[in-house]
């Protein structure tokens, strides 16, 4: 029977893999978004910055970064499930000098966000749940908030084509 990796190098191989998919995305380093990963759960976060407000007279996040980080959340998430067994087994190797492109993300078919509330000017967070998930096709929503998770300010559910497996 093989042992265990040691629980640091299953972390490190995670971590590994989280940052080059985020860096594979440029509008996530423009929006400022990052992710908070939890064993195989990621939950998006987007920090506060003076650039994401759209109506300066309210403060009120502007409705396309809303838009954009819940879609991205839910591209996030849908791409960290696909690969999952993949970084665990450590077929990926996404470490500074491995070779291993950044596999491709699904693509929007359509999102639609319900916009429950104004996003107050503080960070926000979101954490998608895949409906349904198939070699060609995804479903997913999304759920965003910000002082309280019981409280949305935003919902999205998007369908995605998958891409294909190499």
Request: positive net charge; charged residues 25%.
């Amino acid at each position: 029977m093989k042992k265990p990796e040691p629980v640091q190098i299953v972390k490190q191989r995670r971590d590994a893999a989280l940052r080059a998919l985020v860096d594979g995305i440029p509008y996530i380093q423009y929006l400022g978004m990052t992710f908070d990963r939890r064993g195989d759960e990621l939950t998006g976060v987007l920090p506060f910055d003076e650039k994401l407000i759209g109506n300066p007279l309210l403060p009120a996040l502007h409705g396309g970064v809303t838009a954009a980080f819940l879609e991205v959340t839910a591209v996030m998430t849908l791409t960290w499930a696909t690969l999952w067994d993949d970084i665990e087994k450590g077929a990926l190797d996404f470490d500074p000098g491995s070779e291993t492109r950044v596999p491709r993300v699904p693509k929007t078919v359509d999102f639609s966000v319900d916009y429950l509330r104004s996003g107050l000017p503080r960070d926000a967070y979101a954490r998608a749940r895949i409906n349904r998930s198939g070699r060609r096709y995804a479903s997913v929503h999304v759920k965003g908030w910000q002082d309280n998770r019981d409280r949305l300010f935003a919902q999205g559910t998007g369908h995605f084509v998958m891409p294909q497996r190499r």
